[in-house]
């Protein structure tokens, strides 16, 4: 493709900065077309956004002609059924994540998308963000040794966009998101050790709902361990005392810690020595990935966040809520 066109199914909140300006601003990309539900929203984000056509139907933004490739940013319920849709039409999908309710949902996909030789991507942008390619390249280089173990906690308070249960977000409604809020943010996490570490290969958790707030799980606590015997521990809780996000990777020689939200500071700790090293992300924070997904779809280079990869870390988060 000389230029990628896209559409977006469900131009809501995370494509107003996050995502939806960087179609435009990539070299050889274009976004030609969005669609909402709600057809006065849809025309709004159309005007707003200097997009040429708007829909209120999914199937009609699939089936126009000027589409080359789809985005699905709706909740993950409606995922799979969009993404087999798009698919069946010839049209490469890049999936807002989590990629599905769960894994089988996202071998569908994965399957569907190969057996017709149509690409499939998913929105773990960590992926090729500067600050996550340097973390990599810390550890390729030995900057701590080899790697021994992992330690993840998240820590939230109990914020109040939750505390209505008449009002719920979608994201704590499992039926709409398959979890809660450990299924949106968590996935983050465990995507971008999956790309710094390698795949989990054996994952045990718990979760438990301890504010009886909403329907979901607001409290997982996980052991994993990676193909190369690397172990790890995550702590997630959404009703603590403050906020805290760390990833810390220990080496035989030091460690890395650093978070996964934001861009603070990356802290190296090798050989008695500290460094802080400061890299901010982009105003677009998805820009970095979707460049790469426009460079592999016009044969010029790969995408690092793939339907495979994606559907790794659903596998991992269904161990620690479904297992079976």
Known sequence: ????????????AVTEVKSGPAFAKVP??????????????????????????????????????????????????SHREYALKSIAAGKP??????MAMNHRECLDIVEAGRAANVPVFVAYYRRALPRFTTIARLLREGAIGA????????????EKAYQDPANLPWRVQPALSGGGIFVDLASHTLDILDFLLGPL??????????????????????????GDGVLGTGLWNFGADRREDRIEIVGDRGRLVFATFGDGPIRIEADGKVDNLSIENPAHI???????????LSGEGECPSTGETAARTSWVMDQVLNPA
Request: charge should be negative; glycine fraction near 6%; charged fraction near 20%.
């Open 1 to 12: 493709m000389k230029t990628v066109r896209w559409g977006i199914i469900g131009c809501g």
């Open 147 to 158: 790697p021994r173990f992992v330690n993840v906690v998240l820590h939230h308070p109990f």
């Open 201 to 226: 290969v054996d994952v045990r958790g718990m979760s438990r709902n301890q504010l009886g707030a909403y329907p979901a799980e607001d409290s997982v606590a996980m052991a994993f361990a990676f």
């Open 286 to 296: 998805q820009q970095p990935l979707i460049t790469t997904m426009v460079q592999a």
């Open 28 to 77: 050889g990309s274009a976004l030609v077309a969005v669609m909402r539900r709600d057809a006065g929203k849809a025309r709004d984000y159309a005007q707003r956004h200097d997009v040429p056509r708007w829909y209120d139907d999914a199937e009609e933004l699939i089936a126009d002609p000027d589409v080359d490739a789809v985005y699905i940013a709706t909740p993950p319920s």
């Open 93 to 98: 999908v890049y999936i807002e994540k989590p």
